[in-house]
């Protein structure tokens, strides 16, 4: 884009990707042919870089422009057409914002001189974005799963447990609101009586997937917990929603897969099972509620959400879980230690459980900023699969070979539910966008 000052004595700005290059206007509009001439053999420009930059002072943020010139030869090719962004994420707040401008700034910094101005990013720098992404995000979930687990094993108290795991998130989104790393939202009377049901519903998510977490094998509740479409398909039908015959036709698979792989698990057990399953309906009723009831709060970005539906948790379920298991919480922490040999252990495992609970949840709610929900909802079905594999690994699970095809046919009838479901909401978008 060129804007054009013609006042008198003005000069004449040539705008293009933040730089500028400046040159007479008189010249321009002077109908003299021999000064057209001259303007034309002029080859000698001064060309500027401006950089914005955004300062946090107090409770506000600030932005001030910086001006370098640099005379350069008309002649030479722009080094870079790509813009020069000097935004900067904390990798700690925005793991994946942070990710996504590291690989910009790479894309800008390879990009040749004289090439034209492209895409910022090229599908070679998208699919290492991409894999970035899914790496942070699966890495943050297998680790959890891991030593969650082990505190179990040797702690098997999951209703503490899940209070601590629900204690460090609040504790975590707190100091992000204070530090002013995360814009903390405006809190209303409204706003919390609109969160009491989800993280009602939550909390019973929560506490069901650590209850079959301590009673079975990691790998098999998270193929009974695959099974969540199917949960989320019949509760919706009965609340009104309609969906296409292609979308009923994918959970399946999921039922047949997950009737199979619970028929033929060797660490079977119905608390398990039944944990996981209501798990299951905790969570799709989690979301029901919140579309419903948040309709009025859209401003509210997603990791805030979670940040109170977390805290509001916690006040639900400590109490709780002080009189279902309060009364063995002091001799099972001695005979934990007894089993374990080091108290520091066993502190880590359980810190550990805590931290990367609260990282990959917050880590889903930024990946879905950053991609499309079809890819997350892949991604999501991807997540499953390794975890499984890599749980099975770490704790040895004997895997029978019915059981591992179970496992198969449910996350497989997982993928597709989530192939007709995103068609789905596409379709129901164009539909809105007509109207």
Same mark, same amino acid.
């Given at each position: 884009?060129?804007?054009?000052?013609?006042?008198?004595?003005?000069?004449?700005?040539?705008?293009?990707?933040?730089?500028?290059?400046?040159?007479?206007?008189?010249?321009?509009?002077?109908?003299?042919?021999?000064?057209?001439?001259?303007?034309?053999?002029?080859?000698?420009?001064?060309?500027?870089?401006?950089?914005?930059?955004?300062?946090?002072?107090?409770?506000?943020?600030?932005?001030?422009?910086?001006?370098?010139?640099?005379?350069?030869?008309?002649?030479?090719?722009?080094?870079?057409?790509?813009?020069?962004?000097?935004?900067?994420?904390?990798?700690?707040?925005?793991?994946?914002?942070?990710?996504?401008?590291?690989?910009?700034?790479?894309?800008?910094?390879?990009?040749?001189?004289?090439?034209?101005?492209?895409?910022?990013?090229?599908?070679?720098?998208?699919?290492?974005?991409?894999?970035?992404?899914?790496?942070?995000?699966?890495?943050?979930?297998?680790?959890? /799963? !891991? $030593?969650? @687990?082990?505190? &179990?094993?040797? %702690?098997?108290?999951?209703?503490? =447990?899940?209070?601590?795991?629900?204690?460090?998130?609040?504790?975590?989104?707190?100091?992000?609101?204070?530090?002013?790393?995360?814009?903390?939202?405006?809190?209303?009377?409204?706003?919390?009586?609109?969160?009491?049901?989800?993280?009602?519903?939550?909390?019973?998510?929560?506490?069901?997937?650590?209850?079959?977490?301590?009673?079975?094998?990691?790998?098999?509740?998270?193929?009974?917990?695959?099974?969540?479409?199917?949960?989320?398909?019949?509760?919706?039908?009965?609340?009104?929603?309609?969906?296409?015959?292609?979308?009923?036709?994918?959970?399946?698979?999921?039922?047949?897969?997950?009737?199979?792989?619970?028929?033929?698990?060797?660490?079977?057990?119905?608390?398990?099972?039944?944990?996981?399953?209501?798990?299951?309906?905790?969570?799709?009723?989690? /979301? !029901? $509620?919140? @579309?419903?009831? &948040?309709?009025? %709060?859209?401003?509210?970005?997603? =990791?805030?959400?979670?940040?109170?539906?977390?805290?509001?948790?916690?006040?639900?379920?400590?109490?709780?879980?002080?009189?279902?298991?309060?009364?063995?919480?002091?001799?099972?922490?001695?005979?934990?230690?007894?089993?374990?040999?080091?108290?520091?252990?066993?502190?880590?495992?359980?810190?550990?459980?805590?931290?990367?609970?609260?990282?990959?949840?917050?880590?889903?709610?930024?990946?879905?900023?950053?991609?499309?929900?079809?890819?997350?909802?892949?991604?999501?079905?991807?997540?499953?699969?390794?975890?499984?594999?890599?749980?099975?690994?770490?704790?040895?699970?004997?895997?029978?070979?019915?059981?591992?095809?179970?496992?198969?046919?449910?996350?497989?009838?997982?993928?597709?539910?989530?192939?007709?479901?995103?068609?789905?909401?596409?379709?129901?978008?164009?539909?809105? @966008?007509?109207?």
């Amino acid at each position: 884009m060129i804007s054009l000052n013609l006042i008198p004595s003005a000069s004449v700005t040539f705008v293009k990707s933040n730089y500028y290059c400046s040159r007479n206007a008189s010249s321009l509009h002077n109908p003299n042919p021999l000064n057209s001439a001259q303007s034309r053999n002029q080859r000698n420009l001064h060309c500027y870089r401006k950089t914005s930059r955004l300062h946090q002072v107090g409770s506000g943020i600030y932005s001030t422009t910086e001006i370098h010139g640099c005379p350069v030869d008309f002649s030479l090719r722009p080094v870079s057409q790509i813009k020069d962004s000097i935004t900067k994420f904390s990798p700690f707040k925005y793991p994946f914002r942070f990710l996504k401008s590291q690989i910009v700034r790479a894309a800008s910094e390879s990009n040749s001189e004289g090439e034209p101005e492209k895409a910022v990013l090229n599908p070679k720098s998208k699919t290492l974005k991409l894999a970035l992404i899914f790496g942070l995000w699966y890495f943050q979930n297998i680790v959890f /799963n !891991i $030593y969650n @687990k082990k505190a &179990l094993n040797i %702690f098997p108290f999951p209703w503490l =447990l899940a209070s601590f795991q629900l204690f460090v998130g609040s504790v975590w989104m707190l100091v992000l609101w204070s530090l002013k790393l995360q814009p903390c939202p405006k809190i209303s009377k409204p706003f919390v009586i609109a969160l009491l049901g989800p993280a009602l519903f939550h909390t019973i998510g929560h506490i069901s997937a650590c209850v079959s977490f301590s009673k079975v094998a990691v790998s098999f509740t998270h193929v009974i917990k695959s099974s969540e479409p199917v949960f989320s398909v019949i509760f919706s039908s009965l609340l009104g929603d309609t969906y296409p015959i292609q979308v009923w036709l994918s959970i399946l698979p999921i039922v047949i897969g997950c009737s199979l792989a619970a028929v033929t698990e060797v660490s079977f057990n119905l608390q398990g099972l039944w944990g996981a399953l209501i798990s299951n309906v905790g969570f799709v009723f989690r /979301n !029901i $509620y919140s @579309k419903r009831s &948040l309709q009025n %709060f859209k401003e509210v970005d997603g =990791l805030n959400l979670y940040g109170w539906i977390t805290i509001i948790s916690l006040f639900y379920l400590f109490p709780v879980a002080v009189v279902v298991e309060g009364s063995q919480w002091i001799q099972g922490y001695h005979r934990a230690l007894e089993t374990i040999g080091k108290s520091s252990t066993f502190y880590l495992w359980v810190f550990l459980s805590g931290v990367f609970y609260h990282l990959y949840n917050q880590s889903s709610y930024q990946a879905l900023d950053d991609i499309s929900p079809l890819t997350f909802s892949v991604g999501n079905t991807m997540k499953r699969v390794v975890v499984i594999v890599s749980t099975v690994l770490v704790f040895r699970n004997p895997v029978r070979p019915l059981n591992a095809l179970g496992s198969a046919i449910a996350i497989f009838g997982t993928f597709l539910y989530s192939q007709a479901s995103a068609k789905k909401g596409a379709e129901k978008i164009e539909d809105e @966008k007509k109207n």
